[in-house]
T-cell receptor, first 112, second 113 residues
């Protein structure tokens, strides 16, 4: 079945540091890929998405590239801020079922 | 545009009691989902509706969980009776199509004591 594997957290960075959160997937067919962010006490918000190979999703300074050859969708940001502290979830959707399969999430803590 | 609205935000109940959660999806989103998120984990699908039809409920514990989506709009998820292990955040989401992702509500945090 479909699955998503994310790097374990928490990831602790200083403000303005570079961020990479690794995400790899296993899926049948050609999935759409997503990153969601969950701030403390809130629901999940769509951060960015990519629907086909080599697509780059970007939003709020974050970006991720759909790499079919390595089945990866790593999340990157060049300079993190304290306000980026949250839990980040990688997810995929395949076929016509519209079902999202999530990774376990990676907590990011950004300190001054 | 109003987002996905869920209520209540928090619920504390004793084990063996019933509980219900309500969700109002985004207007025009025919697909509605209920997910359960355990502490420190990613959300897991409980049930998916296409309009008023439940098309994927394979992960719904049917001995105690039930759901309905009358008229293909609002939905209610019910647990009866609740167990300690049901403590989690219950998330509702809706979507127009799979390529655009979902919009999630803020969730209902259930604590069973």
């Amino acid at each position: 079945g479909d699955s998503v594997t994310q790097m374990e957290g928490p990831v602790t960075l200083s403000e303005e540091a570079c961020l990479t959160i690794n995400c790899t997937y296993t899926a049948t067919g050609y999935p759409s890929l997503f990153w969601y962010v969950q701030y403390p006490g809130e629901g999940l918000q769509l951060l960015l998405k990519a629907t086909k190979a080599d697509d780059k999703g970007s939003n709020k300074g974050f970006e991720a590239t759909y790499r079919k050859e390595t089945t990866s969708f790593h999340l990157e940001k060049g300079s993190v801020q304290v306000s980026d502290s949250a839990v980040y979830f990688c997810a995929l959707s395949t076929g016509g079922g519209n079902k999202l399969t999530f990774g376990t999430g990676t907590q990011l803590k950004v300190e001054l | 545009e109003a987002g996905v609205v869920q209520s209540p935000r928090y619920k504390i109940i004793e084990k063996k009691q019933p509980v219900a959660f309500w969700c109002n999806p985004i207007s025009g989103h025919n697909t509605l989902y209920w997910y359960r998120q355990n502490l420190g984990q990613g959300p897991e699908l409980l049930i998916r509706y296409e309009n008023e039809e439940a098309v994927d409920d394979s992960q719904l514990p049917k001995d105690r969980f039930s759901a309905e989506r009358l008229k293909g709009v609002d939905s209610t998820l019910k647990i009866q009776p609740a167990e300690l292990g049901d403590s989690a955040v219950y998330l509702c989401a809706s979507s127009f199509d799979r390529h655009n992702g979902y919009t999630f509500g803020s969730g209902t945090r259930l604590t069973v004591v």
